[in-house]
């Protein structure tokens, strides 16, 4: 399973001057395509909040951050902040899915696609496993059921990336799960 | 070549700079290569100028350019034009490889036999197409002879496309500074 979204540890500060020898180094979590990207994200992020660009800082470490349990099932809250064509709102989505990057993505396609809202137009503030009894939503909380049985009544034949996507194909899809 | 060394060399550093709980910061690539993606109409006197003083007078052609303050502001001023990174070992070689040519008596001459560099670069140590290749890739104290003995390589429109132009890479475009994902696009584009 490739996610377009990964999530990378990216430290950086100002650079050194005379009037400030050790210059205090910030530390963020976003989520990025790629490093570069990631970068650029963090030099963003990181003038809104201190008086630093990318001219006068220097970045010290990037890292991927790799989901620890990518097998167990987990239910994600994250909190958001995006840009609607009338203003700034505030947000709060829940996710079950097996990695933090997964629910990222679902939570970037979702809001395409209720909302509108682009991809840049999202700030990620927070994000944090949840356990069952604190979930909000009655989407995920449908799901909290260790008896939990529902029919899948076809399977649905699709490509694992839209690369692969192709008009014809050689043979029939199965549909039987 | 001891470009393997110096990559172990990086790792081992980094590995005991987080032990101490630093960090090490990787030395700024001292090297680029550049490819021009639009074309020739509607642009600015001054930024067609500086692409000219680069060489970069038609499009999907290609520079490689030494780092410092200097080109990185005129780098800064054409952006919007051109795309720009990082390149590796392989994608040095095979572009002087493939379409490498030299500048010999005004001429554009391709580099079929090593007699072809050395008559243009022998007097700065530079006798066959690899040592060529090692001073673009380590940016040696003859760089700038080396680079300007390429002529700027014509590169075919990339393979698979690009992925918008008229953005910047961070926005999902093209143009820019697009560190090491440049080595993808030399291979679209050879």
């Known amino acids: ?177 | 070549m001891n470009l393997r060394f110096l990559q172990k060399e990086l790792i081992q550093l980094k590995r005991e700079a987080r032990l101490k709980g630093g960090f090490y910061v990787n030395p700024e690539p001292k090297m680029l290569f550049i490819i021009r993606i639009r074309g020739i109409n509607a642009m600015d006197p001054k930024s067609k100028k500086i692409l000219q003083l680069l060489r970069l007078r038609q499009i999907f052609n290609g520079v490689f350019l030494k780092v410092n303050k200097a080109t990185l502001n005129m780098l800064h001023r054409v952006e919007p034009y051109v795309t720009y990174g990082y390149p590796n070992l392989k994608s040095v070689k095979e572009l002087i490889y493939k379409r490498g040519y030299g500048k010999l008596n005004k001429q554009r001459i391709p580099l079929t036999d090593n007699s072809v560099v050395e008559q243009a670069l022998g007097k700065h140590g530079i006798i066959c197409v690899e040592d060529l290749i090692h001073e673009i890739l380590t940016a040696g104290p003859h760089f700038k002879e080396a680079n300007n003995f390429l002529w700027p390589f014509k590169l075919k429109a990339p393979l698979g496309g690009l992925k918008k132009k008229r953005n910047h890479y961070v926005e999902g475009g093209d143009a820019g500074n697009r560190e090491d994902y440049i080595n993808e696009l030399i291979r679209r584009m050879n």
């Open chain 1, 1 to 177: 399973m490739s996610y377009k979204f990964h999530q990378f540890q990216v430290v950086g500060r100002a650079l050194p001057t005379e009037s400030d020898e050790h210059p205090k180094i910030y530390r963020m979590k976003l989520w990025a395509t790629n490093e570069v990207r990631a970068k650029s994200k963090f030099w963003y992020y990181l003038r809104k909040l201190k008086k630093v660009k990318k001219s006068n800082g220097q970045m010290l470490a990037i890292n991927e951050i790799f989901e620890k349990n990518p097998t167990t099932i987990k239910n994600y809250g994250i909190w958001l902040r995006y840009q609607s064509r009338t203003g700034y709102h505030n947000m709060y989505k829940e996710y079950r899915d097996t990695t933090l990057n997964g629910s990222i993505e679902q939570m970037y396609t979702e809001m395409a696609s209720r909302h509108r809202v682009r991809h840049h137009c999202i700030q990620v503030i927070k994000t944090a496993t949840i356990p069952a009894k604190l979930c909000k939503r009655e989407s995920t909380k449908q799901f909290h059921n260790s008896k939990i049985k529902f029919p899948l009544v076809f399977k649905k034949v699709r490509p694992p990336t839209r690369k692969l996507k192709t008009t014809y194909k050689a043979s029939r899809p199965n549909l039987f799960v």
